[in-house]
């Protein structure tokens, strides 16, 4: 039997891509679909603008929307995708965690708390212990875990194949999608002809979500990882796909062969939106591409090409789909890591 399923900010362009994910998922059935108050008891087709590359579906187009309470959610709902703007998530996710509800969520608040996993399950997935040490800390019957930022969903796997040669210093410079920045958040005439050097709050999150991720959990505490991370975040005119540049020093030399071998025997999980294998390596120099590359896997592969060797460290580029692997893919990867976990 499936098990039901909110969607929490559904008309947004998250949320979208959520319910494309989530309607054909054979574990997962859609039981509840919230928004804003202004779309509270208009159906799904009259509440959302719908965007995504696929037609709405119509058993979902039909649906009434209710208010993002608790209170407005069936009682027989086990899992909630949250895909709520990050002042909105912080004020009502924990309320949902407080209700019983277990809630996998895209939204950045919370990320950094000690006490909530922020988990890649392919590189991290024993984070999600962690929600032992939130229930006891916070009281809840439910629970909470984060994915991360779509820009450290990029890059983040491709340095966990390359920890056994011990990450000292990483710079990324970003070329980030418009999609990114959701439907209205830049404007044509900001980004056609033009690229923009700089995402409010982009960096930082690259800087210490990635620490974060690479630490180590003791089974009572985590520990972020000690390299030292310097990113710098560019908007640029692509629709989606996020392609970073990447410089890694290590404390063993590590080749180009050595890191494309890494990166390529990186292990996957037998979960189903989990792509096999996790990161692709493209041995041809102009590769990854946006237009190309960024529905590899389904949008859930992270690709990498253009591996070298540099006075500063090795240097590599790398890609991922950020709506699909950087976002709503990424809370359902969580969603069934949560439920192989015996956590629904």
Not at 63 to 91: W, Y
Not at 101 to 125: H, K
Not at 197 to 205: L, M, N, R, T, V
Not at 296 to 306: K, T, V
């Amino acid at each position: 039997m499936a098990v039901r399923v909110g969607v929490l900010g559904a008309t947004g362009a998250v949320g979208q891509r959520l319910i494309q994910l989530l309607e054909p998922h054979p574990e997962f059935e859609i039981a509840a679909l919230t928004a804003s108050e202004s779309s509270a008891g208009k159906t799904y087709r009259q509440a959302a603008k719908w965007r995504v590359d696929s037609p709405i579906p119509q058993e979902i187009a039909e649906m009434t929307v209710t208010a993002t309470d608790p209170d407005e959610v069936p009682n027989d709902v086990d899992l909630i995708f949250s895909s709520l703007p990050s002042s909105v998530g912080a004020a009502v996710e924990p309320g949902f965690c407080e209700a019983g509800y277990v809630v996998s969520s895209n939204s950045s608040n919370g990320r950094m708390d000690d006490d909530i996993p922020l988990v890649i399950p392919e590189v991290n997935a024993e984070h999600l212990d962690l929600l032992e040490v939130q229930r006891d800390r916070r009281g809840w019957d439910g629970a909470m875990v984060k994915n991360p930022n779509c820009s450290t969903i990029t890059f983040v796997p491709t340095l966990a194949a390359l920890t056994d040669f011990g990450l000292e210093k990483v710079h990324v410079s970003t070329l980030q999608a418009v999609s990114g920045a959701g439907y209205d958040g830049v404007s044509s005439m900001e980004i056609i002809d033009n690229a923009i050097p700089y995402i409010g709050g982009e960096a930082d999150k690259l800087e210490t979500e990635s620490r974060k991720l690479l630490g180590d959990f003791d089974g009572a505490e985590l520990s972020h990882n000690s390299m030292d991370v310097a990113a710098s975040c560019n908007r640029i005119p692509t629709i989606d796909g996020h392609l970073e540049n990447v410089w890694v020093e290590t404390e063993e030399e590590l080749t180009a062969d050595a890191a494309a071998e890494a990166m390529r025997e990186y292990p996957s999980l037998d979960l189903r939106s989990s792509p096999d294998p996790l990161i692709h390596v493209f041995e041809e120099p102009d590769r990854p591409q946006p237009r190309m590359d960024r529905t590899l896997g389904g949008g859930m592969a992270i690709a990498a090409g253009g591996l070298q060797e540099s006075p500063f460290g090795l240097q590599y580029n790398c890609l991922a789909h950020n709506t699909i692997r950087g976002a709503a893919g990424a809370s359902v990867l969580n969603g069934e890591l949560l439920l192989e976990n015996g956590y629904i």
